[in-house]
């Protein structure tokens, strides 16, 4: 059966087995029924053209785990940034697991997407803010809509700085031969509150697994968000992940996706303004390897005068390795003001790797400033020359220009533990020792 019917088929045998009210169910029989007329994305889709999930689908993926798993804080510590207190909500298999995770209702709610869909005290935040964001056309979104469950649900009262990061992680232990996932997230941040978030997809063995993520992020007046995408998985690991954020005037968000491994990682971040003076921040450093792919596909919504939206997107690509960036900034004829800019910079190390890159502009306001640019090269010969003349060996030196290069995104990291972790990471990749402090 292929994966498509298998999914169809599961949609009844799931909506039996949750507790939901009414208007969930017509949320849900429409999601399908969106997935249903649109089956699985193509090349043939302008989207998706640098993108095929054909070799994917050809697994017998396990929709729902046959039962709950459980690992070791040990096992799985070395992935946390365990050097700080956190907020904790950890999932294994797509379930959540209690004695990894630190949730609280004190003051603030960070706890489980599937408290807040079933609970009568949830229903006014469910009815206001799920699936109000995310693109009911999108034929992943809306099956991950149909599908619905869990995750992580965090809501942030108005005037709260959350003290510590908050972790949201999931974990696939590898007990099936082949795993799909599909966590959906929802985050709310009131009215002049600050929020650092930091999320990670693990796969813990080297089987398939499909991760359809969807996370809406809602950015009330004056919020500020800081988000951080770890994607450093194995070579059997796909992720799609869809992101959507709404932010409201005078809000600040910063989504910083950070992708080092996996087989296929596909990433749809979109941005949507509702009022004035709005900062949108959108960054991100890919370094790969073998024959392993990413697509960034980035959407900016300027519906409103006198905001402002940065993206800086960076890749280093080796062996066989594929990249896409996909961006696009959309202004609006009542967006005056507007100064939107895009920038990939992309460097290629081998001469099988290979980048697409399409950055956009669509503007309808005259009173704007927007530019968009991007480079394609190889590491500079001079500066390596320069380098070992001076008694740098050309590993390091090459290194080196690398990191340089991602340096800028690096330093936009708020949290000092996740920087180190990052940059170790980065060395690495990179297969050397950064001989400096950071």
Same mark, same amino acid.
């Given at each position: #059966?292929?994966?498509?019917?298998?999914?169809?088929?599961?949609?009844?045998?799931? !909506?039996?087995?949750?507790?939901? /009210?009414?208007?969930?169910?017509?949320?849900?029989?429409?999601?399908?029924?969106?997935?249903?007329?649109?089956?699985?994305?193509?090349?043939?889709?302008?989207?998706?053209?640098?993108?095929?999930? $054909?070799?994917?689908?050809? $697994?017998?993926?396990?929709?729902?785990?046959?039962?709950?798993?459980?690992?070791?804080?040990?096992?799985?510590?070395?992935?946390?940034? /365990?050097?700080?207190?956190?907020?904790?909500?950890?999932?294994?298999?797509?379930?959540?697991?209690? *004695?990894?995770? @630190?949730?609280?209702?004190?003051?603030?709610?960070?706890?489980? #997407?599937?408290?807040?869909?079933?609970?009568?005290?949830?229903? #006014?935040?469910?009815?206001?803010?799920?699936?109000?964001?995310?693109? %009911?056309?999108?034929?992943?979104?809306?099956?991950?809509?149909?599908?619905?469950?869990?995750?992580?649900?965090?809501?942030?009262?108005?005037?709260?700085?959350?003290?510590?990061?908050?972790?949201? #992680?999931?974990? @696939?232990?590898?007990? !099936?031969?082949?795993?799909?996932?599909?966590?959906?997230?929802?985050?709310?941040?009131?009215?002049?509150? *600050?929020?650092?978030?930091?999320?990670? *997809?693990?796969?813990?063995?080297?089987?398939?697994?499909?991760?359809?993520?969807?996370?809406?992020?809602?950015?009330?007046?004056?919020?500020?968000?800081?988000?951080?995408?770890?994607? $450093?998985?194995?070579?059997?690991? $796909?992720?799609?992940?869809?992101?959507?954020?709404?932010?409201?005037?005078?809000?600040?968000?910063?989504?910083?996706?950070?992708?080092?491994?996996?087989?296929?990682?596909?990433?749809?971040?979109?941005?949507?303004?509702?009022?004035?003076?709005?900062?949108?921040?959108?960054?991100?450093?890919?370094?790969?390897?073998?024959?392993?792919?990413?697509? /960034?596909?980035?959407?900016?919504?300027?519906?409103?005068?006198?905001? !402002?939206? *940065?993206?800086?997107?960076?890749?280093?690509?080796?062996?066989?390795?594929?990249?896409?960036?996909?961006?696009?900034?959309?202004?609006?004829?009542?967006?005056?003001?507007?100064?939107?800019?895009?920038?990939?910079?992309?460097?290629?190390?081998?001469? %099988?790797?290979?980048?697409?890159?399409?950055?956009?502009? !669509?503007?309808?306001?005259?009173?704007? %400033?927007?530019?968009?640019?991007?480079?394609?090269?190889?590491?500079?010969?001079?500066?390596?020359?320069?380098?070992?003349?001076?008694?740098?060996?050309?590993?390091?030196?090459?290194?080196?220009?690398?990191?340089?290069?991602?340096?800028?995104?690096?330093?936009?990291?708020?949290?000092?533990?996740?920087?180190?972790?990052?940059?170790?990471?980065?060395?690495?990749?990179?297969?050397? %020792?950064?001989?400096?402090?950071?």
């Amino acid at each position: #059966m292929e994966l498509k019917e298998k999914l169809l088929s599961s949609f009844m045998a799931f !909506e039996e087995q949750v507790d939901v /009210h009414s208007e969930l169910h017509d949320v849900r029989t429409s999601a399908i029924k969106n997935f249903e007329n649109k089956g699985f994305p193509t090349k043939k889709e302008e989207s998706w053209k640098y993108t095929s999930l $054909n070799a994917i689908l050809k $697994n017998d993926f396990t929709v729902f785990p046959k039962g709950e798993n459980s690992i070791e804080f040990n096992e799985v510590k070395k992935y946390f940034i /365990h050097e700080i207190d956190t907020y904790k909500v950890v999932f294994i298999d797509g379930i959540f697991s209690s *004695h990894l995770s @630190s949730t609280t209702h004190e003051g603030l709610d960070i706890c489980l #997407m599937s408290s807040a869909l079933h609970k009568p005290k949830y229903k #006014m935040v469910i009815d206001n803010y799920f699936n109000k964001i995310a693109n %009911k056309d999108e034929s992943l979104t809306s099956l991950n809509t149909a599908f619905a469950n869990e995750g992580a649900y965090v809501n942030i009262p108005k005037s709260t700085v959350v003290r510590k990061p908050i972790e949201i #992680m999931y974990f @696939s232990t590898g007990n !099936e031969a082949a795993l799909l996932v599909q966590p959906r997230n929802l985050i709310i941040v009131g009215e002049n509150s *600050h929020v650092q978030i930091i999320e990670r *997809h693990q796969s813990l063995n080297d089987n398939p697994v499909l991760t359809n993520s969807v996370t809406e992020i809602f950015a009330q007046k004056r919020a500020i968000v800081d988000y951080y995408k770890i994607q $450093n998985d194995n070579l059997e690991a $796909n992720l799609i992940d869809n992101t959507y954020v709404s932010q409201k005037q005078e809000t600040n968000v910063s989504v910083n996706t950070f992708c080092f491994g996996g087989n296929l990682t596909r990433n749809n971040l979109n941005f949507y303004h509702f009022g004035e003076r709005i900062v949108s921040n959108l960054n991100g450093i890919t370094i790969i390897g073998e024959k392993q792919h990413v697509d /960034h596909y980035t959407l900016v919504q300027h519906a409103t005068p006198n905001c !402002e939206s *940065h993206q800086d997107y960076k890749g280093i690509y080796s062996d066989r390795s594929t990249g896409v960036f996909n961006g696009k900034i959309f202004v609006e004829k009542e967006a005056q003001k507007t100064n939107a800019f895009q920038k990939s910079n992309n460097i290629l190390l081998g001469d %099988k790797s290979t980048i697409n890159a399409k950055p956009q502009l !669509e503007i309808f306001a005259d009173d704007v %400033k927007c530019s968009h640019g991007c480079t394609v090269g190889q590491l500079d010969e001079t500066a390596m020359f320069y380098m070992q003349q001076r008694g740098i060996p050309k590993k390091e030196a090459k290194a080196l220009l690398m990191y340089a290069f991602s340096n800028a995104l690096i330093e936009s990291i708020k949290i000092p533990e996740l920087k180190q972790r990052i940059t170790k990471i980065i060395a690495n990749k990179l297969g050397v %020792k950064i001989g400096f402090d950071l």
